[in-house]
């Protein structure tokens, strides 16, 4: 089994207008000519995705099916800014899903990684290093 090292990846230039990133034994190919996707694409996705892996999760434990689950993820732009002003998850469950755990599977969701560290954004350094 693969275990993930967070704190460490490296960003690579194959080409073109790629910009990849190597993450463990993993390749996240990025690009801004439509062939893979662009890294902010990617950005708001892993918002959407960690809340889905949460909500995932919960739903195993109590044996609840995944099949019909999905999240819609809205987000709404300052015209000014041209940045992401809000983010909506709307978890969308089947007639059947359990009332019971309506409220529950929404705090799993909020329990999203990349959403607390957006909330609470990290330091920032950039440096150049001779090789």
């Known amino acids: ?3 993930e090292d967070i704190l460490n990846l490296k960003v690579k230039f ?9 993450y463990g034994p993993f390749t996240i190919a990025t690009n801004q000519d439509g062939t893979a996707p662009p890294p902010f694409a990617l950005f708001l996705a892993s ?10 999760n919960f ?3 109590r ?6 689950l999905e999240i819609e993820q809205k987000m709404e732009m300052d015209p000014v ?9 709307d978890i969308h469950v089947p007639a059947d899903f359990p009332e019971k ?14 959403k607390k560290h957006i909330m609470n954004a990290p330091d920032f350094e950039i440096n150049t290093v001779m090789n």
């Not at 194959?14 to 190597?22: N, Q, S, T, W």
């Not at 918002?47 to 995932?56: D, E, L, S």
């Open 81 to 89: 800014t041209r940045m992401i002003k809000s983010v909506t998850l």
């Open 47 to 56: 918002i959407g995705t960690c809340a889905g892996i949460y909500v995932k």
């Open 101 to 114: 755990y309506r409220e529950a599977v929404i705090r799993a969701a909020d329990q999203c990684a990349v």
């Open 63 to 68: 044996g609840i099916s995944t099949r019909e």
């Open 59 to 61: 739903c195993d434990q």
């Open 14 to 22: 194959p080409g073109e207008k790629r910009v990849d990133a190597e």
């Open 1 to 3: 089994e693969y275990k």
